[in-house]
């Protein structure tokens, strides 16, 4: 058997998908809980309890990226997968939490279809990260993933404008644009992040081709 002097390069691949896997069932979860509204404190739960596994896969990364002489991309770039899978992980949280707490109603028609659109989105990262080393294509992916990003967009300005069409003068009216004010920031930077690294992935995936 040959012997090495470097180290046996860790699955990063493998690690990429793993986080994603989660940040899937986080979103899948965050589109159940718009569409059926119901168990909310349940399925946040649930959210919370991927999210604490998404960081042990975060932390998982950064030790043995730290640990590791030779990668199988660039450094920079398994930390800006790994940050940003991070981040959109905390984003869904962020959104499932004041969905629960701020005792909403109902979830706007907008704010549904726009988490359905990041569900697809971060389904599609799974695809790209599978193509991660093997050379395939990722175009059909990506434009596929920048459609739905639109269509957020578009929906984003919409919702936000339906918050203005009923009078304000109500304590209760006001409260409630406040509300979904602030829902509706986290979720835009759900999707912007999402497409942030739908970007950073097609980058490395032509560099490395």
């Known amino acids: 058997m040959a012997f090495s002097f470097f ?7 493998d690690f990429f998908r ?6 899937v069932n986080a979103a899948t979860v965050l589109d159940k809980l718009a569409r059926e509204f119901v168990n909310c404190e349940s399925q946040c739960q649930v959210i919370n309890m ?8 975060n932390r998982i990364i950064r030790r043995e990226l730290s640990t590791t002489f030779i990668t199988p991309i660039d450094r920079e770039d398994i930390h ?10 905390n984003h869904i949280q962020a959104v499932s939490n004041r969905i629960g707490v701020y005792e909403i109603k109902e979830v706007r028609f907008q704010a549904k279809r726009i988490i359905s659109n990041i569900r697809e ?5 799974g695809v790209m990260l599978g193509h991660l080393g093997n050379g395939k294509e990722v175009a059909g992916t990506v434009a596929q993933l920048q459609h739905l990003k639109k269509e957020c967009e578009m929906l984003l300005v919409s919702g936000l404008g339906e918050l203005y069409d009923h009078p304000v003068t109500e304590p209760g009216n006001i409260v409630e644009i406040i509300k979904w004010t602030q829902i509706y920031d986290r979720i835009d930077k759900l ?12 980058g490395i995936v032509l560099k490395n081709a």
Do not use: C, H, Y
């Open 18 to 23: 793993e986080q994603n896997r989660i940040i």
């Open 80 to 89: 800006e997968i790994n940050s940003s899978q991070e981040t959109i992980l």
């Open 50 to 57: 991927l999210e604490a596994e998404g960081d042990v896969i």
């Open 191 to 202: 999707f912007n992040r999402t497409w942030q690294l739908t970007k950073s992935i097609e």
């Open 121 to 125: 989105m971060v389904t599609g990262i």
């Open 7 to 13: 180290p046996k390069s860790p699955k990063f691949f």
